[in-house]
T-cell receptor, first 114, second 113 residues
């Protein structure tokens, strides 16, 4: 079975500072990896995904993530955050076959302070 | 183009009542997923449709929950004899077959009083 751990439930950071949101996963087989963002009272929006190839993945809104197979991690980073980045961020994995259903982490609430 | 839509956006019901939640996926998407997101948690898988058939319903918590997709497009999640523990946001997602990105709707917030 697969599992996803997001160790930080909340991350406060000042505007224009860098941020890293951590995601670790557990799986006995290869998986696809995703980061989604959820703004208040809205659905989930894809930030970026790792399916194969380069381990450094660039997404929307200046976010990027690096897949580290040996550490089973997929941490999300942004060099300079804005107030508008305040939201809930979810890491997810899916198998590379079968139903492709997502297993989500519990989320990290990013709060950007002025 | 139009994204995934879900209706109603909010539903308040009394314990013991029956509810239906609707999902309208992106046109052409054959795969459809339902997830449930409880307060402070990540979404949890409920059921997956490929076309008209439920290919994986392993996430449905019990037999009070049922979902259909009769024509391979719109799906309805049905909950019988609702309980307060069913209160959550129910999310629907769709995609082309073969994995990759899922496209999520805005969700239906269900409150059971």
């Amino acid at each position: 079975a697969q599992s996803v751990t997001q160790l930080d439930s909340q991350v406060p950071v000042f505007e224009e500072a860098p941020v890293e949101l951590r995601c670790n996963y557990s799986s006995s087989v290869s998986v696809y990896l995703f980061w989604y963002v959820q703004y208040p009272n809205q659905g989930l929006q894809l930030l970026l995904k790792y399916l194969s190839g380069s381990t450094l993945v660039k997404g929307i809104n200046g976010f990027e993530a690096e897949f580290n197979k040996s550490q089973t991690s997929f941490h999300l980073r942004k060099p300079s955050v804005h107030i508008s980045d305040t939201a809930e961020y979810f890491c997810a994995v899916s198998l590379k076959s079968g139903t492709y259903k997502y297993i989500f982490g519990t989320g990290t609430r990013l709060k950007v302070l002025a | 183009g139009a994204g995934v839509s879900q209706t109603p956006s909010n539903k308040v019901t009394e314990k013991g009542k029956y509810v239906e939640l609707r999902c309208d996926p992106i046109s052409g998407h054959t795969a459809l997923y339902w997830y449930r997101q409880s307060l402070g948690q990540g979404p949890e898988f409920l059921i997956y449709f490929q076309g008209t058939g439920a290919a994986d319903d392993s996430g449905l918590p019990n037999d009070r929950f049922f979902a259909v997709r009769p024509e391979g497009s719109v799906s309805t999640l049905k909950i019988q004899r609702t309980e307060r523990g069913d209160s959550a946001v129910y999310l629907c997602a769709s995609t082309w077959t073969g994995g990759g990105e899922q496209y999520f709707g805005p969700g239906t917030r269900l409150t059971v009083t």
